[in-house]
């Protein structure tokens, strides 16, 4: 990666070294902090929403099945004199049984989180690196880098916000898709 970021600082200095042998004017060049678009935008926030609430609905149905587990061993406990061996080995098969399939959700559960953040990433990235590329056209930038691969600037160089207020600009926010008809209109 670090190898990737180096090879694209030498291709914008040999850019700009082209660009200012071709046009005497100042090569303008921009920098901008992807967390904080990340974070201001309303893309990146109606992102990050997405992605809590997919959280809170994973954790909740990981916590439905934890009490389901805890109901059964204070069952059990509570129990335990009163239990034939047959119905006590039933409640602890049970309990096995329930903690293998809490085991796999929480795997499934992971992957899934993984999967929705790296699709959420990604299309954020897509729609970034277009309105940063309508940006730079528009604005007559040279070279516009990501602050990670900064070393050093200086703040006149910076231009988060700007791509912040053409992004909202350019990425109006999604609507909820309208409900279904009832099933007795799609038949008439």
Aim: zero cysteines; hydrophobic letters at 45%.
């Amino acid at each position: 990666m670090k190898r990737i970021a180096i090879l694209a600082l030498v291709a914008a200095v040999a850019a700009m070294a082209s660009v200012r042998a071709q046009d005497p004017a100042p090569t303008r060049i921009g920098v901008f902090d992807a967390q904080r678009l990340s974070e201001e935008t309303t893309e990146g926030k109606r992102i990050q929403a997405k992605l809590n609430a997919f959280r809170d609905a994973k954790q909740a149905e990981l916590s439905a099945k934890e009490r389901a587990i805890q109901e059964i061993q204070e069952k059990l406990q509570a129990q335990s004199l009163s239990l034939s061996a047959e119905k006590r080995g039933e409640m602890e098969k049970d309990i096995q049984k329930k903690a293998l399939e809490l085991s796999q959700a929480r795997e499934a559960a992971q992957r899934e989180m993984q999967m929705e953040v790296a699709e959420a990433e990604n299309g954020f990235r897509d729609k970034l690196v277009a309105v940063v590329e309508s940006f730079g056209r528009d604005e007559s930038f040279a070279v516009i880098l990501e602050r990670s691969l900064v070393a050093y600037m200086s703040p006149s160089l910076d231009v988060t916000t700007a791509i912040v207020d053409r992004f909202n600009r350019l990425t109006p926010p999604e609507t909820p898709a309208a409900p279904a008809p009832p099933a007795e209109l799609e038949k008439k």
